[in-house]
């Protein structure tokens, strides 16, 4: 490894024939000077390589410029795009984010609060697995919830608008004449099965239809969406071979609430002989691309912008940091994306 | 959001009876001081919730208590486990850990090692999303390369043992039997699909056995893995409809460089009125859960036990900031884990 020698700020000063001083007001962009000083400064220090200490300027300026990025999440499916959109957002900003991840541990998400503290962060952003809302962390620094929101209404949390995707699903769906639709969710206590299964029935009952069958809850994996198209299905037990589904009789779309599930639930019902979206239209939710490119067919599924998501959390915790707090939670628009799984390969 | 008033080193030392130097030196381990002194501050600083100033700790103690994980990935399957391991590791060394993520883009690569440098972290672990050897970079603080290494032999990286893993495989699946394999790889110019497969033949080679057919190169997607079931049963077009393969004219195992592959390659092969592993034995790479776990059957496949391998770097990168810096790539064992598309369910 080759290392480079330390520049000094007197080198700079030197090359660019002003005192130690100048350089620094200069590279701060504090005190009165001339532009073409600064600019004089700017490529001598440019020329050199030179990079100022932070923590000498931090200790001035009493700010770290530095962000604490506190994840609870230990898979990073949905965290890590949040982290990610931050993160970009953040260094647009000339800050730097310090990562904590506490992995559902509640004593190691104390210590990593204890310690971003101890590092005098400008804020935090704190991101979870899931959207169900948690309690707050208390910082003497601002603080935006991402993903998961705050349970206190007086925090800044921002997450995405799920009933908001539903809403694009159903319009898509009976804009392609289904009519009679199933919905098949994960977890029946967590609030992603639940708001995007509410939003349905009630924009299916906007359009006086109704949800075929009652909901289907089981866990988030792609096992249970193919055991939940046999129950769907069974549920058409009595109908004729022929009328089992795409007709009167049965189904002619399946609302899945994750991508994981519309896969599971492809693969099934092309395993019983039925086409998809022929027979019967496939929607999922996430478009994480890995399930949602590889399902057969490919998924139209609705793309929570995640990095989107993590880029605002970052935009509301500066403007916080600069005495312009944000309250109460934000709601990100989602975007539809259509693919075979409801249009076909026409 | 309930902020705590900010605690001073005044506040402890009043409430210890001692004086703020005192303090500093108690919590800081330095001077020299009566046990009961420092367990007195300790206590003091403990019951006031004080978390002492980390710039000014490091302005003086010339070490700044973080180190920068630099990433060159943006889908984080592989970084995300190396990044987490490497986090565990360096909160147990009290360090915290500045997080850069550079996406591919040498310019973006750049200007975060420019501000981890002005950071003055105490040292870098640079992560990638391939195990594709890569530039070093050029900085006056220890860098550790984790996953992808450096091509300069002094630099020190970690690596997942790849030959190692591929051993194992070979190992089990000639053990229960197995004697006519075929290999499918990813992108053909990629040392994943490359040693994978130079490894495979020379076990074989050891054992007296021959790949069967020339190896299949393609991308890392389900599809690929698909395909080249298609392209390896075409091989064996000459023999009869029962001797296809599962005989001496077909395989009896198809090795795969991935577990998106190998997963592809058992829907493939049940698509095509194969058994897994009755006629042909399967075996993936990663461990990827998400693929390993909802493949039919599940996957007999190598984890490369990438936080373990972050937390490797980060022991290496505190050794090196300690002055003990290690020299060259050293290789983590990986480990298998055997399911049921070698062994079947029972």
Redesign the interface.
């Known amino acids: 490894?080759?290392?480079?020698?330390?520049v000094r700020i007197t080198d700079v000063a030197a090359l660019a024939g002003v005192a130690p001083s100048t350089v620094s007001k200069a590279l701060n962009g504090t005190g009165s000077l001339r532009e073409s000083t600064r600019v004089k400064v700017r490529e001598a220090a440019e020329r050199l390589g030179f990079?100022?200490?932070?923590?000498?300027r931090?200790?001035s300026a009493r700010r770290?410029f530095?962000v604490g990025?506190l994840s609870t999440d230990?898979a990073?499916r949905f965290s890590?795009p949040v982290?990610?959109g931050a993160?970009?957002a953040l260094?647009g900003g000339e800050l730097?984010?310090?990562?904590?991840?506490a992995?559902h541990d509640p004593v190691r998400e104390q210590?990593?609060v204890?310690?971003l503290?101890?590092?005098?962060v400008d804020g935090i952003i704190v991101t979870g697995r899931t959207t169900e809302p948690r309690e707050?962390i208390?910082?003497?620094?601002?603080?935006v919830y991402a993903f998961a929101p705050?349970v206190?209404p007086?925090?800044a949390s921002v997450v995405p608008d799920d009933a908001d995707g539903m809403r694009l699903l159903v319009e898509h769906l009976v804009g392609l004449g289904r009519r009679r639709i199933a919905y098949v969710g994960g977890r029946a206590e967590q609030a992603a099965s639940v708001v995007r299964h509410d939003t349905l029935v009630a924009e299916l009952a906007a359009r006086g239809l109704e949800l075929v069958g009652p909901p289907l809850y089981g866990d988030w994996?792609?096992?249970w969406g193919r055991r939940a198209v046999d129950a769907v299905l069974g549920r058409d037990a009595g109908a004729g071979p022929g009328e089992r589904v795409g007709g009167a009789a049965g189904v002619d779309a399946i609302v899945f609430a994750s991508d994981?599930l519309a896969r599971?639930g492809c693969?099934r019902l092309r395993e019983r002989g039925l086409r998809v979206p022929d027979d019967v239209a496939v929607t999922g939710y996430d478009d994480w691309q890995?399930m949602s490119l590889?399902s057969r067919p490919p998924l139209t599924t609705v793309d929570m912008r995640l990095e989107r998501l993590g880029q605002r959390a970052a935009e509301l915790l500066i403007a916080a940091i600069e005495g312009e707090p944000a309250h109460g939670v934000e709601r990100l628009a989602p975007r539809l994306v259509v693919r075979a799984s409801t249009l076909g390969d026409g």
Chains 1, 2 share one sequence.
Do not use: F, I, Y
Not at 1 to 6: A, K
Not at 96 to 101: D, E, H, M, P, V
Not at 117 to 120: P, Q
Not at 138 to 143: A, F, G, I, L, Q
């Open positions: 490894m080759e290392r480079g020698p330390v990079v100022p200490d932070a923590s000498a931090s200790l770290s530095t990025l230990s990073g890590l982290v990610l993160e970009n260094v730097s984010a310090l990562l904590a991840t992995r210590h990593h204890r310690t503290v101890a590092r005098r707050p208390r910082v003497p620094m601002p603080v705050s206190d007086d925090d994996s792609e096992q994981q599971g693969d890995v590889a």
